[in-house]
């Protein structure tokens, strides 16, 4: 069997390492700019990028996606938050890892949010809240601020639910 002259993306070809590489790249990016905004950004400082749209902001979530349960007791909510996020991080591996290399794009989906889970796991264990910085907003629109992270996950649960609801085949690439 000869080389039939299809070339392949590297993504496509991607194997475990350079899946779990993807994956320390979230967190590395993640952990990085966040050291950066703690040490730069005083805490609820603004600073705008794009005024009337985009500032760097610094603040710190205790509670889940968009702030939801940051009024419960921080004992409680901490461990309840670690422990779904550790349920959740144990779901994602699994299905990493025993998809097939034929579902390369669901691979790579999978390894943006185990990266993304893993570095806002990091900060609740270290801290018990979440850096978020990026802040966007249009006029009274105002979206809740975010991180690297997060952006990971979210990219990386669209691509993934994108080619799932598309019906990414085994085989095809």
Same mark, same amino acid.
């Given at each position: 069997?000869?080389?039939? *002259? ?14 779990? &590489?993807? =994956? =320390? /790249? ?16 005083? &805490? ?22 968009? /702030? ?6 921080? $004992? ?18 699994? %299905? ?7 579902? !390369? ?9 185990? /990266? ?12 018990? !809240? ?8 249009? *006029? =009274?629109?105002?979206?809740? $601020? ?17 080619? %799932?609801?598309? /019906?990414?085949?085994? *085989?095809?690439?």
């Amino acid at each position: 069997m000869g080389n039939t *002259g299809v070339k392949v993306a590297p993504l496509q070809q991607a194997g475990m390492p350079v899946l779990l &590489l993807l =994956a =320390a /790249g979230v967190i590395l990016l993640d952990r990085l700019t966040k050291i950066l905004i703690v040490n730069t950004v005083t &805490l609820h400082a603004s600073h705008p990028v794009i005024p009337g749209f985009f500032d760097i902001v610094h603040v710190r979530n205790e509670g889940i996606a968009f /702030g939801l349960f940051a009024g419960s007791p921080s $004992a409680v909510r901490t461990l309840l938050l670690v422990l779904v996020s550790t349920v959740a991080l144990g779901a994602v591996t699994y %299905l990493l890892w025993t998809s097939g290399p034929s579902a !390369s794009r669901q691979r790579a989906s999978l390894s943006l949010i185990l /990266g993304g889970a893993l570095g806002n796991l990091f900060d609740r264990l270290h801290t018990g !809240s979440v850096v978020d910085f990026l802040d966007f907003f249009i *006029g =009274a629109w105002h979206w809740p $601020a975010f991180n690297v992270a997060d952006s990971a996950i979210v990219v990386g649960g669209g691509w993934l639910l994108l080619h %799932l609801s598309g /019906g990414e085949k085994p *085989g095809r690439r």
